[in-house]
C-alpha cells in the first residue's frame, strides 16, 4: 500500500524529456531520502558525460541547522579526491534550492548486488569480496588522514559505512558515495537518540556512545565484509534495543564456519577488524587494506572480472544506463542554455571561517534523516523485491514446502473409517496371540 509522499523539490525529468535547472538538465530521479534527493543530471555545453545532482529537500530549509549540514556536506565532498570516493564537482542555491553535483556512477550500491546474487542462489566470489573491503579500506584511510589547508588532520570519521553506501559500477570501480554524516573525531559524542548511521554496522563504542576514531569506521568495515563472505547479516534482532545488545557482546563465528572457500588467513583478517577491543583491532584502515591486499595477491584478481560479475548481474539496468548516457550526448544540439535565474555558488554561502567538521556534528532530530520507503523510479526501486529497502536476504529466497494436508475427520467416508477400525483391531488380536506363545515358551 503506498503512502502519501512530498512532492518533489525538482521537477524530475526524463531522458527523452528533459527538465530544465539552471544550467543542468535533469534526466530522472534516481534516489530519495530524508534530506534529499538525487537525480541524473547533464550539465549544458559540457563535453563531459552524465553527472548525478543532489538537492536538499525544500521540506528542511525553514531551519538554518539543515541548510549549514546540506553546505558542510557537499563542501567536505570537494575535499575528498580520493579514485574510491564519489566525487563531488560543484554546487549552491538557485532559486531557493541548494544542490551540489557528482560524479554519476552506473552502477549499484552493494546491498542490491548482495540481493541479487542471493537470488541467483550463488555467493559473492572470495577474491571479490576482499577487493571490495581492500578499495574501501583504502577510500576511509584517506578520509582519516586527510589534512586541511594548513596541514593538520581533518580526523574525519564517515561513521555509516555500510553496503548500501558502498556503490559498484559497471566497470568494476568501487565508491563510498556518502560522508554526508562524517565527523571530526575530537567533537562531543551524539547524546543518545541522536545516533546517525545504521544500528547493524555500528561499532560498539558507537552503540555505547563513546568518543569515536577511525576504528569504528574498520569495524563496520569488517562487518560488510563478513557478510559478503557468508551472504548472511552478523548482527540482526528483533528491536533497536535487541540488535545493539548483539553488537555488543554477541558471539561472532568465524565466516569460514559459514563459507568452507575462506581460508584461515582471511578469517583472522576479519575477526581482528571485528575486535571489540580497539587495542586488537587494525589501528589503521590502511593496515586493513595492506593486509587484505596480500590476501588478495594469489588470485591474481582483475577488475574487470567485477565488471563483468555486475554486467551478467544487471544486464538490463546496464543497457538502458548507456542508452541514457547515448541520448544525453545529443542534449546540447537540442537545448540552447536558458537563464533560469541566478546561481549562488558554494563559496559565497559561506565564509573562510565556515566549520564544516563543527557543523557535521551538530544534533539534530533523526526524523529528517530517515529514508523513505520509495522505490527508486527506473534505477534502484524493485516492488517484486523480497526484501525491505537497504537490506538483502538473510534467508534461502525459495519458499518453504507446504505441509502435507491434514485429513478432515468430521467428513471422513464412514467405510473408510470402519475399514480403519476393524485393520486396528485386528492388528491388536494378532499382538495378543504372539504375547501368550512368548508366555509359554
Not at 30 to 43: N, Q
Not at 190 to 213: A, C, H, N, V, W
Request: charged share 25%.
Amino acid at each position: 500500500m503506498s503512502k502519501n509522499i512530498d512532492p518533489l523539490t525538482l521537477e524530475a525529468g526524463s531522458p527523452e524529456n528533459p527538465s530544465i535547472f539552471g544550467k543542468y538538465l535533469l534526466l530522472g530521479l534516481v534516489a530519495r531520502g530524508g534530506m534529499a534527493e538525487v537525480y541524473r543530471a547533464k550539465r549544458l555545453k559540457k563535453e563531459e558525460g552524465l553527472i548525478a545532482l543532489k538537492a536538499m529537500r525544500t521540506k528542511l530549509l525553514k531551519e538554518q541547522k539543515y541548510i549549514d549540514m546540506f553546505l558542510a556536506e557537499g563542501t567536505l565532498g570537494r575535499m575528498l579526491q580520493h579514485p574510491n570516493i564519489v566525487e563531488t564537482h560543484e554546487g549552491g542555491r538557485h532559486k531557493n534550492v541548494y544542490f551540489f553535483t557528482m560524479e554519476y556512477i552506473a552502477g549499484k550500491d552493494l546491498t542490491h548486488v548482495l540481493r541479487k546474487v542471493q537470488l541467483a542462489d550463488q555467493r559473492l566470489p572470495v577474491p571479490v569480496a576482499v577487493y571490495i573491503a581492500q578499495k574501501s579500506a583504502n577510500a576511509l584511510h584517506y578520509a582519516h588522514t586527510l589534512t586541511d589547508k594548513d596541514d593538520n588532520c581533518l580526523n574525519l570519521v564517515n561513521r555509516d559505512v555500510s553496503p548500501s553506501n558502498i556503490r559498484i559500477s559497471y566497470d568494476g570501480e568501487v565508491k563510498i558515495i556518502d560522508f554526508g554524516i562524517a565527523r571530526a573525531k575530537n567533537r562531543a559524542t551524539s547524546e543518545i537518540g541522536t545516533l546517525k548511521g545504521k544500528f547493524s554496522y555500528m561499532s560498539p563504542e558507537q552503540i555505547r556512545g563513546l568518543p569515536l576514531d577511525g576504528q569504528t569506521d574498520i569495524f563496520s568495515l569488517g562487518i560488510v565484509l563478513y557478510e559478503m563472505l557468508t551472504m548472511e547479516r552478523l548482527f540482526k534482532g528483533e528491536s533497536e534495543t535487541v540488535l545493539m545488545e548483539k553488537v555488543r557482546q554477541s558471539v561472532i563465528p568465524p565466516p569460514s564456519t559459514i563459507n568452507k572457500r575462506v581460508s584461515p588467513e582471511l578469517d583472522e583478517v576479519v575477526l581482528k577488524a571485528l575486535s571489540r577491543d580497539k587495542k586488537q583491532r587494525y589501528q589503521t584502515a590502511g593496515d586493513l587494506a595492506a593486509a587484505l591486499l596480500k590476501l588478495l595477491e594469489p588470485y591474481k584478481f582483475s577488475v574487470n572480472e567485477l565488471g563483468d560479475l555486475m554486467k551478467r548481474l544487471f544486464h538490463d539496468d546496464y543497457v538502458k544506463d548507456k542508452e541514457v548516457a547515448v541520448i544525453a550526448s545529443t542534449l546540447d544540439s537540442q537545448f540552447q542554455m536558458v537563464d533560469t535565474g541566478k546561481t549562488e555558488s558554494f563559496e559565497s554561502l559561506i565564509d573562510e571561517n565556515f566549520d564544516v567538521t563543527g557543523i557535521m556534528e551538530m544534533e539534530v532530530d533523526m526524523d529528517p534523516w530517515e529514508e523513505e520507503e520509495e522505490n527508486d523510479p527506473g534505477e534502484e526501486g524493485n516492488s517484486d523485491d523480497p526484501a525491505p529497502p537497504g537490506e538483502f536476504m538473510t534467508h534461502d529466497p525459495a519458499p518453504p514446502e507446504p505441509a502435507p494436508p491434514q485429513a478432515n475427520k468430521a467428513s471422513m467416508d464412514p467405510n473408510k473409517l470402519i475399514f480403519t477400525l476393524l485393520g486396528v483391531t485386528a492388528f491388536a488380536l494378532i499382538v495378543t496371540v504372539i504375547i501368550i506363545v512368548l508366555k509359554k515358551l
